[in-house]
């Protein structure tokens, strides 16, 4: 496996890992951000192209424009779009992306940016990188070489994120290097492009100094909150069980503070880095008690706006659902917690 590139070594790499503070500060002194990044409220498309091709987890892959001109009729701006590319593509070295599939996924992204919404695509649930990264590196650099031309000609308010959530082994130099191959093979066909990254173990707030500081103006960063897990994740069946024998509940005085300390961190982050950083997963799972749900959705969205950070819940259909595609009804509570009116 290689481990340097011309423009950010391993060495350079290390040296970020012994000082990251001081790496990052010193690119905020050079660059001058002018990334076009005008999201505010946003929804991710979860569980539709990012369930794995054998199994359908409800969303089946079935976005249609409808879903797009509700989305924009109800107030969000921007669209995320979890996509597991790894899953639809031929052997090595080559790792070639099935057209069909390919073509279904850019159908998507029109009727997306037709109805006026930023849309932001990603490589999602790539877990043999997060087992294997050296291993998997040359299929996770063909994804990149084959998806960026895909768009090269697409209009600036659409944006790759390079990897949702690094875990497990791909933490450290590793992750770096993931990172660094992204934006390397992206640059080379969408020059301008927002790129996004998200950080180690599974890009939590406090991890977001594990990210690189490429010298380029149009990075973003991002970060996920669903804090904390043992609240959020109760009894959801795809978690691991530590889990309280009763719900906790949420609201209380330590816990609204360690919510404005979150906040906090990602805010001098984004001071430290002068970059865009927005929320790119939040949400809480229906086994919870109704109103303890409503509560936490509303104090995070809050916060973050607040701060002046972007948000984009998890999700529109599935898992934590803001609308029921079976009654075709957006859910009330929800949509109110959230900050837009219900009509
Ligand atoms: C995962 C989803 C999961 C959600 C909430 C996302 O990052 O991709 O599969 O439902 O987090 O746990």
């Excluded at 992750?175 to 934006?183: K, L, P």
């Amino acid at each position: 496996m290689r481990l340097s590139k011309k423009s950010f070594t391993s060495t350079a790499i290390a040296a970020c890992l012994i000082a990251l503070t001081g790496c990052a500060t010193s690119t905020a002194q050079t660059s001058t951000p002018t990334p076009k990044f005008d999201m505010k409220r946003c929804v991710n498309m979860g569980n539709s192209l990012e369930n794995s091709k054998s199994q359908n987890w409800g969303g089946g892959g079935n976005i249609a424009p409808e879903d797009f001109a509700r989305i924009k009729a109800k107030g969000f701006d921007t669209v995320r779009i979890p996509i597991r590319w790894n899953d639809y593509t031929g052997p090595g070295p080559d790792y070639k992306i099935e057209p069909a599939f390919a073509d279904h996924v850019k159908g998507i992204v029109d009727s997306a940016l037709a109805n006026d919404l930023n849309v932001m695509l990603n490589i999602h649930h790539f877990h043999e990188l997060m087992e294997d990264p050296a291993g998997e590196m040359p299929k996770f650099e063909a994804l990149w070489k084959q998806i960026a031309p895909q768009f090269a000609d697409y209009p600036d308010d659409l944006w790759f994120e390079f990897l949702n959530e690094p875990s497990k082994e791909l933490t450290g130099d590793l992750m770096q290097y993931s990172q660094e191959v992204a934006v390397e093979v992206i640059r080379k066909t969408n020059p301008d492009r927002v790129i996004i990254l998200g950080g180690e173990f599974w890009s939590n707030f406090r991890q977001l100094e594990t990210n690189i500081a490429p010298p380029d103006d149009n990075i973003v960063y991002t970060f996920h909150y669903y804090e904390p897990f043992d609240f959020t994740h109760y009894l959801a069946e795809w978690t691991k069980p530590n889990m309280p024998d009763t719900p906790r509940g949420w609201g209380n005085k330590q816990d609204r503070a360690d919510l404005k300390a979150a906040v906090a961190t990602v805010t001098a982050y984004r001071d430290q880095v002068s970059r865009p950083i927005f929320l790119g997963e939040f949400g809480a799972y229906t086994s919870l008690e109704h109103d303890d749900r409503m509560r936490w959705i509303k104090a995070v969205r809050s916060e973050m706006e607040a701060a002046d950070i972007p948000w984009c819940l998890w999700a529109y259909a599935n898992t934590f659902p803001v609308y029921d595609a079976k009654s075709g009804r957006w859910d009330a509570d929800t949509v109110s917690a959230l900050g837009f009116p219900n009509d």
